[in-house]
């Protein structure tokens, strides 16, 4: 049977508030055995932030819909869950290296595809200007290039050169040395915790 938009809203309600209790009675007890240490642990603070703000938030209606971001607190209770998010923040400086190499390569590909394909009759304006063409490669990036290839080819036979050659750089090379890092950090993380 279909129930009523007012009864599931209040069924919602009543079990988003239910949780937020149980949450808050975590909170304290916490509070209790940690007493002001609490606020010295980055997890035990995170969680002691998202309840605090789902408290102070709760009449508003535009906050409302941000108290999902509760379910964060999962990452404070699994294990697997809380050292990818510690790796994560542990490889920042070296996953800023690869942003900035990665940033390069977007340039020199929009400087030559504005000036390879900047004249060519094309179905929009993909080369027309620097801007457009570093949108029009990171759609490439994400792998649908193989129509805007075909048609700059249909006016030069080897367009397909740049095409490829980024794909390959950017979707292969890069993004392998981004997920290299990630599973770096996690070996390391676990290894230290094995010591």
């Known amino acids: 049977p279909n129930i009523?938009?007012?009864e599931a809203s209040q069924a919602f309600e009543m079990t988003d508030l239910v949780f937020l209790v149980i949450f808050t009675v975590e909170l304290a007890m916490q509070l209790v055995y940690h007493g002001y240490k609490l606020f010295l642990d980055g997890w035990l603070f995170f969680d002691f932030v998202i309840v605090v703000l789902s408290w102070s938030l709760s009449q508003l209606q535009i906050i409302r819909a941000f108290r999902i971001f509760r379910a964060l607190r999962l990452i404070t209770r699994v294990k697997v869950m809380k050292n990818l998010i510690t790796a994560l923040f542990d490889?920042?400086?070296?996953?800023?290296?690869?942003t900035a190499?990665?940033?390069?390569?977007?340039?020199?590909?929009?400087?030559l595809c504005t000036n390879l394909f900047g004249e060519l009759e094309l179905?929009?304006?993909?080369?027309v200007r620097l801007d457009k063409t570093l949108m029009t490669l990171f759609e490439m990036m994400?792998?649908?290039?193989?129509?805007?290839?075909r048609e700059c080819m249909d006016q030069i036979w080897w367009a397909w050169l740049p095409f490829v050659t980024f794909?390959?750089?950017?979707?292969?090379?890069?993004?392998?040395?981004?997920?290299?890092?990630v599973c770096d950090a996690v070996s390391a993380l676990e290894h230290k915790e094995d010591l």
């Open 91 to 98: 490889i920042m400086p070296r996953l800023g290296a690869v």
């Open 123 to 127: 179905s929009g304006d993909y080369f």
């Open 142 to 149: 994400t792998m649908s290039w193989a129509r805007l290839a």
């Open 167 to 181: 794909i390959m750089i950017t979707g292969f090379m890069v993004f392998n040395l981004i997920i290299a890092i």
């Open 101 to 111: 190499l990665l940033a390069l390569i977007f340039y020199i590909y929009a400087v």
């Open 4 to 6: 009523p938009c007012t």
